[in-house]
């Protein structure tokens, strides 16, 4: 999503639940890659605000990413 510049930054992401019902993890799951965005610098937790784009790096890195979270690496 932040490679095809469907997310800019600024823009929020769904909540954990949200996401991990539609894409139907576990919420511990989406935590973690949320975790793991955040660490690379993708993006920022905001405390109970959420979750938001911080900056697009190197195409591909950001799906890389959320895919080994999910174990699909």
């Given at each position: 999503?932040v490679?095809?510049?469907?997310?800019?930054e600024?823009?929020?992401?769904?909540?954990?639940?949200?996401?991990?019902?539609?894409?139907?993890?576990?919420?511990?799951?989406v935590?973690?890659?949320?975790?793991?965005?955040?660490?690379l610098?993708f993006a920022?937790?905001?405390?109970t605000?959420g979750?938001?784009?911080?900056?697009?790096?190197?195409?591909?890195?950001?799906?890389?990413v959320?895919?080994?979270?999910?174990?699909?690496?």
């Amino acid at each position: 999503m932040v490679d095809e510049s469907e997310l800019r930054e600024g823009d929020a992401l769904p909540t954990i639940r949200a996401l991990a019902n539609q894409l139907d993890v576990a919420v511990n799951t989406v935590a973690r890659a949320y975790q793991e965005l955040e660490a690379l610098g993708f993006a920022e937790s905001r405390g109970t605000r959420g979750t938001f784009i911080k900056k697009a790096r190197g195409r591909g890195a950001a799906s890389a990413v959320v895919a080994a979270a999910l174990g699909h690496a």
